[in-house]
């Protein structure tokens, strides 16, 4: 599924311009405009109800906004057909908020289709195998594969709804809150996975999220909904600088000072664990799935948690 891509290195690839939804009176998004760069992770983040996941539903088509643009990889999406926008959608993976694996079909088959929706010439035995790398890629157990959701943890979840989104190889991971509902251990775990798979596969990533965690330790930028816009783009340092109320509530209150405290000795461990990596370098699918250095950000994650409480 190798692709050939033409376009310049530091264009984006995903340019939203002028965006109005509105649901009924409800205006959702008035004249947002948002660029993700190749290649980073970017969280989003605003109150509850600000429109991350209409945001999102727009920028993948499933949301038919009132008017504006949106580009991915270059092309115009909106006004598009499903056929026309085939290529494009190949491209890139959605993980939704919860999982949202069919409860009907086991793992592996929750991770294929994709697959059969858009290679519908590949035999069972491939089908099998892309599915079983899959399920490792995301730090499952192998025999993770045969069982249902219904088996599984809340974070086997996530995990396995992320080796759905990545069944295609894409270059663009759409995250819808990965880490809610994850005990802390857990979304730090989900975090290295995220950052170890953008470096690894060169991923570019959009990754809503309420979790100060996850921003501090994964995201290259941060955007800001607010008043029906993107109100702000920028490392975290770059938002604690500017005077907006929410942004300077969100990252300064207790929550945001325990996550930077929290990140400081993450960073202090990843220092000592890089160190030890060079000196006994490990394969790309160790790497991966993260398997081998979970417990670093985790132990600090949960530190920084009860420290929030
Ligand atoms: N299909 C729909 N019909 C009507 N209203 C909708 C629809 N989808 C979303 N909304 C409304 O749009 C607003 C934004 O919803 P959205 O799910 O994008 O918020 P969010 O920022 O992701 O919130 P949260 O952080 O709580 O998940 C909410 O008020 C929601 O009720």
Redesign the pocket.
């Known amino acids: 599924m190798a692709r050939r891509d033409t376009r310049r290195r530091d264009e984006p690839i995903i340019r939203v311009k002028g965006l109005r ?1 509105s ?2 009176d ?1 205006v ?1 998004h008035d004249n947002l405009d948002l660029e993700v760069r190749r290649g980073e992770i970017l969280g989003v983040v ?12 727009s920028i993948i088509g499933l ?1 038919s906004p009132d008017h504006g643009e949106v580009e991915v990889f270059g092309e115009p999406t909106l006004g598009r057909s499903e056929h026309e926008t085939v290529e494009i959608r190949k491209r890139w993976g959605v993980l939704f ?1 919860g999982g949202a694996l069919f409860s009907t079909l086991t793992v592996a088959e929750n991770v294929q289709v994709p697959l059969r929706e858009f290679y519908p010439e590949l035999d069972l035995a491939l089908l099998d195998e892309i599915a079983s790398y899959k399920v490792v890629m995301t730090g499952l157990p192998a025999d993770a594969g045969p069982k249902y959701p219904a088996e599984l943890s809340g974070g086997m979840k996530k995990r396995a709804g992320l080796a759905r989104a990545l069944a295609l190889d894409p270059e663009l991971l759409f995250l ?2 990965p880490t809610a509902g994850l005990d802390p251990i857990g979304a730090a775990g989900f975090d290295e996975l995220t950052r170890a798979l953008q470096k690894t596969l060169g991923l570019t990533v959009f990754l ?1 999220t ?1 979790d100060l965690d996850t921003l501090y330790a994964i995201c290259d930028r941060v955007a800001v ?1 607010a008043d029906k816009k993107v109100i702000a783009v920028g490392t975290i340092d770059e938002l604690l600088a500017l005077d907006h109320p929410w942004i300077q509530e969100y990252f300064n209150g207790p929550r945001g000072r325990a996550a930077v405290a929290s990140q400081s000795a993450a960073a202090e461990r990843v220092d000592a664990a890089d160190v030890d990596a060079r000196a006994h370098p490990t394969d790309v699918s160790e790497r991966v799935t993260g398997q081998h250095s979970q417990g670093g950000l985790a132990d600090n994650r949960a530190r920084g948690a009860a420290g929030a409480e």
């Open positions: 939804n649901f009924g409800a959702i605003g109150g509850s109800g600000t429109g991350k996941s209409v945001l999102m539903r949301q908020q819808d809150e809503i309420h909904l």
